[in-house]
């Protein structure tokens, strides 16, 4: 059984439906989320990465690497469009009180100030808890501000969809599982890592990039994290182009290896988006195991 | 007047509280303070912007850059320190209900456990607002977990200190003003910018620090941020040794206009641990005029 | 007047025809004729700096920075062609006895394998001397091969012409004068400078190189050439694209003034191809000023 | 049996007696003492490579990579030191015509001014046939300006040692032999490699050293040398520090293998100097191994 950052009803509810039809469990916090991963209460977790608005999702970027090792085996990217949702026989004309979450209200401001003028926000825990008050027929809320899978889950009408002022937002998803076999590769795969820096050493984060660089490993995604030790003192969290199975990445795992004082290697899987990187020149399995090859016939020269 | 990101009591009101003894005007939100910078209600503002334990303030990094220029004058580094505070009379060992946020709680979870292991925590809005309520002659609460600054304005004892589990956190502020003129240098300066990447470019970053270690200037801290379009579209706040008047500064500052889309400088200001940099061979301002010179001197040739 | 490295005759007697029709100095050797523009016996003087066969002429690459400050002002590419001249007369079938410089021969090996298979080569102290013995009307040679300069010069009949085997190569020639003005820009233009590596740092190439790479100079010619103090002690002289008042040329100039003990300016001049270079993102003269406006802006803030 | 550059009495010939006491074959030219080891006429051959006021040996570069696979097995540093030779009973203030080739007139042109300034010096085709002339008992030269080697080889008196001008030149020489098994690492050990640029690529030569840079191997030499094919197109002749089985050496030149259109490994070999290289953080052969067991420990999870 999956678990996953709940309540049910949220974009992560959402996200690990598509994934799969078979009950899970919801947990109140990433944290409980990836820790009943690492006690076998559940069998993976889908937790949010990355929001195109709001960035890395720092309780997941933190508690992937605070305890024994977990491995990304799957990413999912899902718009992040809200809906007005109401109890059936509500026409959007009537609604007056709208129940939602904070972001959510802001995310919509534009949409309610021009479509419902008069009508007053208050703000709840949880879009989807949002719902489950709307729900109830004696609520005084007319209406929600939530995500399709909240309304349906209740049993509300939808009044309208994709009312979010910004359209195009997504966030990321991973399903995240106890460490093991890596996935194979499809040739359009996704490493993430993370990586620390050297204290000592004022070119630290260059040396990193550099690892990357040196082996035509494009990165997709890269974000600083405090070490919780000084200020100043960061671990990056890196996505980049490719499988471990990848010449290329694994030569520029050793390299990180050789440099960091710490790295983990949080999985290869498929990119959501399919898209296959550009290889550059030598940098293909073939020209490194030519390389190799070619090293290797010097040594045994007689 | 100056601003700050409130309510009274707080640590930003503490380091607020080492820059200036007269009045200044509590505002409930970073964005408030800044916006209230920029329209000219304060003369400046202080705010939160790095925290040794939760990394970047994000409101503070992003809120910096959406408006009209403003700049940094100045840094605060304060201790984040929590006691607990009650009613004069009220002696440890009677303490039975304590009041606090859940922040500090969970930063002195250990030492509560120990020391009051009977007492009740119950959660307020802020450190500061549970020590007002706790002042309170009637409150059925019996202590604060609070800065000290917050003990001290509503007249509590202080029944303990430094009673945090994890020694040595530190919250970095900034005091905010209009775009102006930049501090003088100090020789034990930091300057603060702003960096985007071009999007279609792989080695963006790379280049970016490429900027910086080509004139041999160290950076002490860098973060991305979302730029809110899409996933993996990142800006990069980035703490520098040196001054805007340095010339390997200047120089690094016009490196970066060139090769990134879009750059903010934020200020030069002095570092609140006046620690001077080292500047490496082909790096002072003595190695950058005469090379200067010597360029200058070559188109001059009769 | 201008001077040459002579004798008359040579591929440097031609490349300086190119730029004047007027009598030139020709001197024994290329410090000769760099000496005599250095104590104005002449007032330039036409040497060869690069061969496409046998790579960077050392005498010219030391000699160019072993006294007073010296400037290319012109760079001439010849090719490199060989004729078989001889007295009128005499018809190719009746050629026993070839003179040439060994240079020439080797060049020459296969046509002359194989259209004079019967002759004998002879080898003279340069193939401008061997015109001039061929000319005598009592010499024993039947004809030489030459530049078609020397034929001419002696009043040869050309028998054969482009009789080298490797068809293409061609040799750079540059006019020197005393260290003065700077040619004006063209857009396609090429300077050449000489930086000297730090001793006691292992990454020092890779430095100097990098100062081109972070201002988008493109490197046309790197050539190594001893410092004459110990083994692996190197000076390197380069060709880069554009001209000293490009602002990207002017800023690597001054980059490498700072990390090279010593930097020597050898001229900015149009390049004979008149290959106008590619400027990347970031790197015209524009971007440079509106870069350094902005900086300057900054500082002048109120 | 070895092979040299010959003749018998020069330098290569000193540099040759300090590897072997046996009878050797002298060659008229680096080609043909190459050429002879590539036939199999002897086993091996002693050819200059370097010269600290000279520079490279170019026929050297250029003939180590133009025919079958040859591999450097040592490397000899001998300085260059001249001496005054005379035959038996001549006494200095004897000598009125000297001997000598024009490299050796020219690096002791101040002792001989100063010493002999009476004395005519004359050119001969090397130094040892220098000295083969004077020991002729009927010659018209009272002293060889030579090589010890030389004057011992000519049963020649020493009138005076170490009249080079500039003391402490050096040339370096190579012992070559068949392509074979590399000699076994001593812990102070050079490689020496050929690597040719990608003739499309501006940022070639940085791409190079950075294959070095980034897995921390310091350069000791690098030399360009023409390709013959255009102005402009260069190959490159390294040497590092490190040994084939150093795993830094080893995946640096997988890197040179894969971004370079050819690499040519010319032999890892002790160090004449015995001088053992610092080896960065992350560079040592414990790092890659742990870094290598690392990477592989990921694909082996079950």
């Known amino acids: 059984m999956l ?129 489950a008050e709307v729900a109830s027929p004696d609520s005084r809320f007319d209406a929600a501000v939530c995500a399709r899978v909240a309304g349906e889950m209740y049993g509300l009408t939808e009044l309208a969809y994709q009312i979010e002022d910004n359209a195009g937002a997504v966030t990321r998803f991973v399903e995240v599982g106890p460490a093991g076999p890596v996935p194979p590769q499809t040739g359009a795969d996704k490493t993430t890592i993370v990586a620390f820096m050297r204290q000592d050493h004022a070119g630290a984060l260059l040396e990193i990039l550099e690892q990357f660089a040196v082996r035509g490993v494009n990165l997709s995604r890269i974000e600083s994290r405090p070490t919780k030790t000084a200020l100043g003192s960061y671990f990056f969290s890196i996505d980049c182009e490719g499988h471990l199975h990848d010449r290329r990445v694994a030569e520029t795992l050793q390299g990180l290896h050789r440099v960091c004082p710490q790295v983990y290697f949080l999985g290869s899987y498929p990119r959501a988006n399919q898209r296959r990187p550009e290889i550059g020149i030598g940098f293909s399995d073939q020209e490194f195991d030519a390389a190799a090859s070619w090293v290797n016939s010097l040594s045994r020269r007689r």
């Open 3 to 131: 678990g996953y950052f709940g309540p049910a009803g949220t974009f992560t509810h959402q996200a690990l439906r598509t994934v799969t039809d078979e009950e899970a469990l919801a947990f109140a916090s990433v944290r409980e989320a990836l820790d009943a991963v690492r006690s076998g209460v559940v069998d993976g977790a889908v937790v949010p990465i990355e929001n195109s608005v709001e960035g890395g999702v720092s309780a997941t970027l933190d508690e992937l690497i605070a305890g024994s090792p977990l491995s990304i085996r799957r990413e999912i990217v899902i718009p992040v469009e809200f809906g007005l949702y109401a109890r059936e026989g509500t026409r959007i004309e009537d609604v007056r009180n709208v129940l939602t979450h904070g972001h959510a209200a802001a995310q919509c401001r534009n949409w309610l100030s021009v479509t419902l003028p008069e009508a007053t926000v208050t703000e709840a825990g949880s879009t989807a808890g949002a719902a």
